[in-house]
């Protein structure tokens, strides 16, 4: 069972920057950031394969980078022009799969990580 441990997370004001990092027991094919909001469902927020493959929720895109490391054991969240809405707890998730099409379900990743609070205040 592969274990994720995620890092990086904060506070910042409006228009700040965070990054994420997920550390990985082995080589992942297929993972994702989510983030949970306290009352809210938990959303897809970015994912990745392993040929680099991405796609981003519309909420996100365009502020949010997601990236991995050669050795696919790290994943990132670049994260700029943060807003208050984008406070959550941040989930780095793993899939049994290589996908082709990147789900953003949280249903299709198999394994967790704890979480990172991130808190952007206006």
């Known amino acids: 069972q592969v274990q994720l441990r995620e890092s990086g997370g904060g506070s910042v004001q409006a228009g700040g920057s965070l990054r994420l990092s997920c550390a990985a027991s082995?080589?992942?094919?297929?993972w994702a950031w989510f983030r949970q909001a306290p009352g809210k469902e938990r959303e897809g927020v970015a994912a990745?394969?392993?040929?680099?493959?991405?796609r981003y929720a519309d909420s996100v895109k365009d502020r949010f980078t997601i990236s991995q490391d050669t050795g696919l054991t790290t994943l990132w969240l670049q994260m700029d022009s943060l807003k208050p809405e984008d406070t959550a707890m941040y989930y780095c998730?793993?899939?049994?799969?290589?996908?082709?099409?990147?789900?953003?379900?949280?249903?299709?990743?198999?394994?967790w990580g704890q979480g990172t609070q991130v808190t952007c205040s206006s």
């Open positions: 998730a793993a899939s049994l799969w290589k996908w082709r099409l990147l789900p953003l379900g949280p249903s299709e990743y198999a394994t």
């Open positions: 990745i394969n392993s040929d680099g493959n991405t």
């Open positions: 082995r080589d992942i094919y297929s």
